[in-house]
């Protein structure tokens, strides 16, 4: 019993660090995806000098495909993970 909770806690942790790091940049790129909607100046000031509104559409495309890999990688992991975790249901 003690060794299979100590199975189980390690997974979690592992678990939950996985699904953090996705989710985290699943966010990120929702948040460029909308920079093509956002007046210029709202940009911060660091960025205001190099910003295009070309650049800013490609940074937007991008970050949709990005979007997608992570979502595509979640659904993955979130599989793998189910796989793993099925001894111990």
Do not use: H, K
């Amino acid at each position: 019993m003690e060794d299979s909770f100590s199975c189980g806690f390690i997974f979690g942790i592992v678990t939950a660090g996985t699904l953090g790091f996705i989710l985290t940049r699943i966010r990120e790129s929702r948040m460029r995806m909308r920079s093509r909607n956002r007046p210029l100046d709202t940009f911060p000031d660091s960025q205001q000098s190099n910003l295009t509104p070309g650049g800013i559409v490609r940074e937007s495309n991008l970050a949709t495909v990005g979007c997608l890999f992570w979502i595509i990688v979640l659904a993955i992991a979130g599989a793998v993970l189910y796989l793993l975790a099925i001894p111990w249901l």
